[in-house]
């Protein structure tokens, strides 16, 4: 069975950092494209960034520079870190899993909330 858990949301205040950690069992995070979305409050749920199974990582653009997306292979965890947080950061994170040659999501995680306010 496949679980992926995410923790490590919060409140946060704007400018401030979090980093998110997901963890998964029953799939090795090194063979599948692992993967960051987001839902804010009456929005879709947007990609955020990926680490594929050789480690290339890839940001949306309007994320690049403060979201970084990393793994630990020996603990089969991703994680992202959110740097500089807005309000408009306000949303429920979600991770996932890809099988490298799949354009669709095998796997969702339950998401994590990060709320951003002072």
């Known amino acids: 069975q496949v679980q992926l858990a995410e923790s490590g949301g919060g409140l946060v205040q704007p400018g401030g950092s979090l980093k998110l950690s997901c963890a998964a069992s029953g799939i090795q995070v090194t063979s599948y494209r692992m993967k960051w979305y987001r839902q804010a409050p009456g929005k879709q749920r947007g990609w955020v960034a990926a680490i594929s199974d050789g480690g290339v990582t890839d940001y949306a653009d309007s994320l690049k520079g403060r979201f970084i997306i990393s793994r630990d292979n020996t603990r089969n965890m991703v994680y992202l870190r959110l740097n500089d947080l807005t309000p408009e950061d306000t949303a429920i994170y979600y991770c996932?899993?890809?099988?490298?040659?799949?354009?669709?999501?095998?796997?969702w995680g339950q998401g994590t909330q990060v709320t951003v306010s002072s």
């Open positions: 996932a899993a890809s099988r490298p040659w799949s354009a669709s999501t095998d796997y």
